[in-house]
């Protein structure tokens, strides 16, 4: 092969290598542009629900356009004094904390005892329980609210946040029974051995060794269950029936409603406030929430 | 077992080794541990499928409060066959699961395999999506609520810039086609999140070293994903399919707060009718029936999915 074979070679060469790298870059544009609009379709209707809380009566009323366009003209927190000082919303958000906490408290207790033993004990009968509680997560919620209606009626208690408590356990029980499970069975078996050996109980055992070990995943199943039981509407809507005993989601599909209008801006700034929590859970946490709901779902 | 047996046999009470008598308390224990999580999901989910069916064989109406409680036999569930309003709700939430799951799954898909691609911001793009998956169904239905709003939201001030005639499209409890499209956009946007996060685990646990040999074979891009990546993952495709689909059967709350089943009854789903029927009017009997049907639809359909998918493998 002589020198000029080789120079010419090289000169074809070079505009493929050239269209081939700008094929390249060009894929790369569109797959940064699809990043770019899932972001955009995730997160705009957020900026939109905080643009419309920082509005006027008047600014909704006048509706889109003019000097309320995309980036409104002039702010007022008229939104947020009201839906607190008119609407009474502290009580709502009171008694959804009250009950997401106490579901969460309850759910990660009972769930890691639950959890611990169907990892460790070598239950007869193991697989079926698991069964059970699993399956109870696909129970519909609708198929429900019928007797316990009743059954809270006869009790007395159908009017009170309390029996949600309860009820909020079909969300959170089977993700949380699960996640802990697989938790436990990675904890290695020779740690909770050496304290039985050294003439630990097995309660003890629990408490002292695998707990302590086990908080990250504890705390994974606590978030799950705190989002779970604050995102509920359907017992709040079957069972509660007083302004002041209502769940915080619950209260916000009243407001805003008058006869001739719907006052978007009182229902976006709700919808802002019970947000940030989660909002915040999820900024936090992103990482645990992912780990947390895929745990072990197909091996 | 028949270790322990001997030895309590052998022994006297009080000289078992620790290890035989840490084993019988041990069930015992473990028996313990688990009571009260399985007790508080029998209570509410065991207790209300047994007073169900009981019930739908019984007249049990709230507002005509005097009378008895009698035996109606299947008056119940015949009086549900023949309604029309529930074989229209039936219809309905069929249809809505199907295109639901279709677009959602396809959705989900495109977004996992994103996902699984390592690229600056990828951090971002995964919190921004958890976002909607995370917040109540409340907000995601009021959010997209304010949305399509003629005078509060983006979608007609967009709209009109295209065409003039678009600028103020009424969308719910207006047209039954705009309505069924808003209840959509609201419950996909909310729930493509928690597929793609499913199905993204599943990406990730297939090893690179397939993909790697399925190139030497000659299968990249469309072919090697048709061939390597959707078997492979079919684990996960089955559990994404399965909570998805339920939860659109189960449909509720977004109808309920969008649309309130209207206009007129167009929007109504299975859950809808059966939360009118026990709420609205408190006849439980009637309630019963439908709810009994609505739980053995839900067994059916994970049923039919694990069935489908496990002839399949073998």
């Known amino acids: ?299 | 077992m028949a270790d322990q047996l001997s030895t309590r046999r052998i022994l006297p009470r009080g000289h078992r080794p620790a290890a035989g008598r840490r084993a019988a308390t041990d069930r015992r224990l473990g028996y313990a541990l688990v009571a009260p999580a399985v007790i508080v999901l029998l209570a509410i989910t065991a207790y209300p499928i047994v007073a169900n069916v009981w019930n739908s064989f019984h007249f049990d109406n709230l507002s005509f409060g005097a009378l008895p409680h009698r035996f109606v036999g299947v008056d119940n569930y015949g009086k549900m066959f023949s309604s029309a309003q529930w074989l229209a709700a039936l219809e309905r939430t069929l249809g809505f699961t199907v295109v639901t799951i279709v677009v959602d799954i396809a959705a989900a898909l495109g977004l996992a395999v994103m996902l699984n691609r390592k690229f600056v911001g990828r951090g971002v793009v995964r919190a921004s999506i958890l976002v909607p998956w995370a917040v109540p169904t409340v907000v995601s239905a009021l959010l997209w609520k304010t949305m399509f709003d003629p005078r509060a939201g983006f979608v007609d001030y967009f709209l009109g810039g295209i065409h003039p005639a678009w600028s103020s499209l009424t969308w719910l409890n207006a047209s039954v086609w705009r309505s069924w499209a808003v209840i959509f956009i609201a419950d996909s946007w909310k729930n493509i999140p928690f597929v793609a996060i499913i199905l993204l685990a599943g990406l990730q646990v297939i090893p690179t070293e397939v993909y790697e040999a399925a190139r030497i074979d000659g299968a990249t891009g469309w072919r090697a994903f048709r061939r390597v990546t959707l078997p492979l993952l079919k684990p996960a495709l089955v559990v994404a399919l399965i909570f998805r689909t339920l939860q659109a059967l189960l449909v509720f709350d977004v109808v309920f707060i969008m649309t309130g089943g209207g206009p007129g009854t167009s929007t109504e789903t299975l859950s809808f009718f059966n939360f009118f029927t026990f709420i609205d009017s408190t006849d439980f009997g009637y309630g019963g029936a439908i709810s009994v049907v609505l739980v053995l639809l839900a067994l059916i359909v994970a049923g039919g999915y694990v069935r489908l998918f496990r002839t399949d493998q073998t």
């Open chain 1, 1 to 299: 092969m002589n020198a000029a074979a080789v120079a010419s070679a090289g000169a074809a060469a070079r505009p493929r290598r050239r269209a081939r790298s700008r094929r390249k870059a060009v894929r790369e544009t569109l797959f940064y542009l699809a990043a770019a609009i899932v972001v955009l379709i995730a997160l705009f209707p957020f900026y939109w629900i905080l643009r419309t809380s920082l509005e006027s009566s008047a600014q909704v009323a006048a509706g889109v356009g003019g000097r309320n366009g995309v980036i409104p003209g002039h702010l007022s927190f008229s939104a947020y004094t009201a839906i607190f000082r008119q609407q009474h919303f502290l009580t709502p958000l009171i008694n959804s904390v009250i009950v997401a906490l106490a579901t969460t408290v309850l759910t990660v207790i009972t769930g890691s005892l639950a959890g611990y033993a169907l990892a460790r004990m070598n239950l007869r009968g193991g697989g079926a329980i698991l069964a059970f509680i699993l399956l109870a997560g696909f129970f519909p919620p609708l198929a429900m609210i019928g007797p316990l209606f009743l059954l809270f009626r006869d009790l007395g208690i159908l009017d009170s946040i309390y029996p949600l408590i309860l009820v909020y356990c079909v969300y959170t029980m089977p993700i949380t029974t699960w996640l802990l499970k697989n938790f436990f069975e990675q904890i290695p078996r020779e740690l909770e051995e050496a304290a039985l050996v050294d003439g630990a109980s097995r309660l003890q055992t629990l408490r002292r060794v695998i707990i302590p070990v086990a908080v990250p995943g504890v705390f994974t199943a606590a978030i799950l269950s705190f989002i779970l039981a604050w995102n509920d509407f359907i017992f709040a809507v079957s069972f509660l029936r007083t302004q002041s005993n209502f769940t915080a989601p619950l209260s916000i599909v009243t407001f805003g409603e008058s006869q001739f209008q719907v006052f978007y801006n009182l229902i976006d700034a709700a919808v802002v406030i019970i947000s940030i929590p989660i909002a915040l859970l999820v900024l936090l946490a992103q990482r645990r929430i992912v780990s947390g709901l895929t745990a072990g779902s197909f091996r």
